[in-house]
C-alpha cells in the first residue's frame, strides 16, 4: 500500500510563495502520474497540478503561470512551487499519486493566504 507525506504548508500574505512537498512510499514512483489537489471549506475537491510519469505537465486554469509541479524520482518526491498567492488559494491541498479515482491521497496540508 502506498503512502504519501505532504510538507510545507502554513499561512502566507497574499502575493507570496509556498512550496509544498510530497514524499511517496510504497509506489513504483517513477511509472507514476503524480498531482495535487486542493479543497477548500465547503467546495469540491479539485485538480491543481498534474505531472506524469514522462514529465508532462498540466496545470488548472486558475494557477496557470503561479505554480509549477516538478517531480524528482531518484527521491520519489513532487513539489509544488505556488507564488502569486491570493487568499482564493486557501485550501487543504492534498497529493495524490495514480490519479483521483482508485490512486493514493496524502493526509493534506493546510495553506492559508490572508493578510
Known amino acids: 500500500q502506498g503512502q504519501l507525506v505532504e510538507s510545507g504548508g502554513g499561512l502566507v500574505k497574499p502575493g507570496g510563495s509556498l512550496r509544498l512537498s510530497c514524499a511517496a512510499s510504497g509506489v513504483i514512483f517513477r511509472f507514476t502520474d503524480m498531482g495535487w489537489y486542493r479543497q477548500a471549506p465547503e467546495k469540491q475537491r479539485e485538480l491543481v497540478a498534474r505531472i506524469t510519469s514522462g514529465g508532462i505537465t498540466t496545470y488548472s486554469d486558475v494557477v496557470k503561470g503561479r505554480f509549477t509541479i516538478s517531480r524528482d524520482n531518484a527521491k520519489m518526491t513532487v513539489t509544488l512551487q505556488m507564488s502569486s498567492l491570493k487568499p482564493e488559494d486557501t485550501a487543504v491541498y492534498y497529493c495524490?499519486?495514480?490519479?483521483?479515482?482508485?490512486?493514493?491521497w496524502g493526509q493534506g496540508t493546510q495553506v492559508t493566504v490572508s493578510s
Open positions: 495524490n499519486a495514480g490519479g483521483a479515482i482508485g490512486g493514493v
